[in-house]
């Protein structure tokens, strides 16, 4: 959004700096992107006076002037038809750069005559786009600074620009009206009053205007004015500068008009040539689609169903709130005028804007929402700068629709300015700015004035008092402490154990992944999932249909881009939420850790091999470890499906407490996500771990015995189908002060022992802590073991 300076104060009377309003307006959200000295490029040029000017000898155009300058008499050959002695110029002296012509001036000859600098038009200094002689001035002593000269007698043309980013929440501010709003109430000035006098119609308007019943939230309401016999032609210079000073290119009266409006008041209209107009019928209505307009950017559009069009008997005149058909502009000859002024819905807007592909002015106003209030006093407003410049006669005005009503009121708690912005103003200081910024009190209920759809609650009323009142004032002040100035832990059992789960992966060498919770309903169901219970009602994409019931398929996923991408060897693992039902306590936590490919990089002198599942389980105990599980556990059979049946174990504190399932993902699961297996997995949940019976931060003391331990290995013949574990808990349970571990070193399986049998070798290891083992308690011990394990495996002593 840019504005002059001299235009904000036809708005704000106020004698501060430029500074002072760019500080200002950033400090109340209106960030300064800019302020542009539009002097500082004619600061070089100066006055001079024709002494004489006498045709060149060799060219009939061209006159060699004898100029008068605060360097002496300069000869300067021009060949402006206005260059003749006795005027006041603006000189060019060699050296001086010529923004309009991107040259800087030297010494030349011209036909053989030297030229000692340049006599500028007002195009070569971008002060218009004159250029059929050069600039002429009614007064000035020789020497003086062009750009003082300009800000003595016509300081428009030097006048600063200040440029503002507008947040989207701020509509007001896309008129120069709601900036100076904001200014007069920071108490940088007044804001002036600018009352609309409405027009009084001469004649009934011959041109009617309907919106269809389909189309009424779509455009509300729409006022329209004829005016008849108007005088089209360029604009004053006054509103020829101020359009120039911000970038926009004069048209024509009519045209500059609706962009002065746009920006003034943030008011955006349109002007059609009411001769043009056909049937003296206009209709708001949504499109059927596949109708065209040829619009005033000379590009044809063609229409979706459901677009808001404006349409007279012969079709399509406008793209309501977007730009106007070219058929139908005003041009040079135009007479006799339509004027438009209607709220158009910000969201349909924006939906048609986006895809027809049209940025204009008015559909960036209009998407953000203008102040539908002032709609039937734009339209008045035009009506009388168009009769005061253009002349003519104007109508009555019609209307269809009625002015939505934006009315609603706030509770002003003033109290609540310390609460939530830790700043103490006094309540008459807070009814004070809100007043100032168009509010109105009645008691403590605050009316939001209708160019402000952003404040939409209590809080939103705090802001603007904050605002105003300027948050740098904010100070800061410590915290208060507790009595004992130890302050109480903020993150909960789970939170420190998820943050343990991350730590102890990424050490492990996992790379964490964060994957959608939302997947495609196939993936869910091999998973246990993609049921009716956890379907989203409104997916963003058909890939996304399901909540996940587990981690696993996101990292097959991720997995399988890896892979098509070349990448064979990945550990990846993901904390996150995994969902078994679709209300709100029907999720878990979860951590989930992926092993694919071999355990290291190909190597003559390594020892790289494929991953397999005891790798994967000793990262699944460390995992657990790292978040306070026991060390001591069951693994057991009988996972869900998607594991491999014969290689995988549940992790559990008895058979019915499981704390996670680490294994071999089933082939069929690899082969539906198109991963290229053997995969390695395991699946944690961290609520199942018990929580320690102390919540104290002390450790227990250290037990170590100066003891020497013992080891004594067992072999037994058992059936195929016994599982090792089985005798590792029965070995564990002959003595359980003695035994500290007992391990599985070897296993063989058939040849003499026969097909269904198999070898089990355990290492016993047992640590006394009072005395030195003597010969009679190991074998006690052993005998334990032995008769223990036989009796749980129903096998024997190996011979």
């Known amino acids: ?453 952003d404040v939409m609650g209590e809080a939103d009323l705090v802001e603007e008092v904050a605002r105003i009142a300027s948050l740098t004032k904010l100070q800061g002040k410590p915290m208060k402490r507790l009595s004992d100035g130890v302050p109480k832990p903020v993150l909960l059992p789970m939170q420190k154990r998820e943050a343990a789960a991350r730590r102890t992966c990424a050490a492990l060498g996992y790379n964490e992944c964060v994957t959608y919770s939302f997947i495609d309903k196939a993936s869910a169901t091999l998973f246990g999932g993609g049921v009716d219970a956890t379907m989203l009602e409104n997916p963003i994409s058909s890939d996304m249909s399901h909540m996940r019931p587990d981690l696993l398929p996101g990292l097959l996923q991720a997995a399988a881009r890896n892979q098509s991408r070349g990448f064979a060897d990945m550990a990846l693992f993901e904390v996150g939420p995994a969902f078994h039902g679709g209300e709100p306590g029907d999720q878990h936590l979860m951590v989930s850790g992926l092993l694919i490919g071999r355990t290291g990089p190909k190597d003559v002198h390594g020892a790289a091999r494929p991953v397999d599942v005891f790798d994967v389980k000793a990262d699944a105990e460390a995992v657990l470890a790292a978040m306070g599980a026991p060390a001591k556990v069951q693994i057991l059979r009988d996972g869900p499906g998607w594991w491999h049946p014969g290689r995988h174990g549940r992790i559990c504190l008895g058979p019915k407490k499981v704390m996670g399932v680490f294994g071999e993902l089933h082939p069929k699961v690899l082969q539906a996500m198109d991963v290229k297996g053997p995969a390695m997995a395991f699946t944690l949940w961290p609520a199942e771990i018990p929580m320690p019976r102390k919540s104290g931060a002390s450790r227990p003391a250290l037990q170590v015995s100066d003891l020497q331990a013992v080891e004594r290995d067992f072999a037994f013949v058992v059936d195929r189908e016994v599982e090792a574990s089985r005798l590792v808990n029965a070995a564990m349970g002959a003595d359980k002060a003695l035994i500290s571990d007992v391990r599985v070193f070897d296993q063989f399986v058939g040849g003499s022992l026969g097909e269904d049998r198999k070898s089990v070798a355990l290492t016993v290891r047992l640590q006394p802590t009072t005395e030195t083992l003597k010969d009679k308690d190991i074998e006690a011990v052993a005998a334990k073991v032995v008769e223990k394990v036989t009796k749980a495996s129903g096998g024997s002593l190996r011979g």
């Open 1 to 453: 959004m840019k504005f002059t300076l001299s235009w904000l104060k036809e708005h704000l009377d106020t004698t501060a700096s430029v500074e002072e309003i760019a500080e200002a307006l950033t400090d109340l959200g209106l960030e300064v992107e800019g302020v542009e000295d539009r002097g500082a490029r004619l600061r070089d040029f100066t006055l001079g006076f024709v002494r004489s000017a006498e045709k060149h000898p060799d060219a009939d155009r061209l006159r060699v002037c004898q100029v008068e300058t605060d360097e002496g008499v300069k000869q300067i050959i021009c060949g402006a038809p206005n260059a003749r002695e006795g005027i006041t110029v603006v000189i060019a002296k060699p050296g001086v750069y010529v923004p309009g012509i991107d040259t800087t001036i030297g010494v030349g000859k011209i036909r053989g005559v030297e030229s000692f600098g340049m006599m500028a038009s007002e195009r070569e200094l971008e002060l218009s786009d004159e250029h059929d002689g050069i600039i002429e001035l009614p007064s000035g002593a020789v020497g003086q600074g062009f750009v003082d000269w300009l800000a003595q007698n016509d300081p428009a043309k030097v006048d600063p620009v200040i440029e503002i980013a507008i947040t989207p929440n701020r509509p007001d501010a896309l008129g120069v009206r709601g900036i100076a709003r904001d200014l007069a109430a920071r108490g940088l000035g007044t804001l002036k009053p600018r009352d609309v006098v409405a027009v009084a119609g001469g004649f009934p308007c011959p041109v009617e205007v309907s919106i269809d019943e389909d189309t009424r939230e779509q455009c509300p309401v729409f006022f329209g004015r004829y005016i008849r016999g108007v005088k089209n032609g360029p604009s004053p210079q006054w509103l020829q500068d101020r359009l120039r000073a911000i970038g926009l290119r004069p048209i024509s009266f009519l045209v500059d008009v609706t962009n002065f409006f746009t920006y003034d008041r943030n008011r955006p209209l349109h002007v059609f040539d009411a001769d043009k107009l056909e049937g003296a019928k206009l209709r708001i209505h949504r499109a059927k689609g596949g109708e065209t307009l040829l619009a005033l950017d000379e590009k044809e559009y063609t229409f979706d169903a459901g677009m808001t069009l404006i349409s007279d008997a012969e079709g399509v005149e406008s793209i309501a709130g977007i730009m106007g058909g070219e058929r139908t502009g005003c041009t040079a000859e135009t007479v006799n005028v339509f004027i438009e002024a209607a709220y158009f819905d910000p969201v349909r807007t924006a939906y048609t804007g986006r895809a027809l592909k049209i940025n204009s002015d008015a559909r960036y106003r209009f998407e953000r929402g203008i102040d539908p209030a002032w709609t039937p006093l734009g339209i008045e407003a035009a009506t009388r700068m168009i009769l005061e410049h253009a002349g003519g006669e104007a109508s009555d005005v019609v209307r269809a629709g009625e002015t939505p009503d934006t009315s609603r009121a706030y509770r002003l708690d003033a109290a609540r300015v310390r609460s939530l912005v830790g700043m103490e103003i006094a309540e008459s200081e807070q009814r004070q700015t809100l007043t100032a910024l168009g509010f109105v009190l009645e008691g403590d209920m605050a009316q939001v004035p209708s160019w402000r759809p």
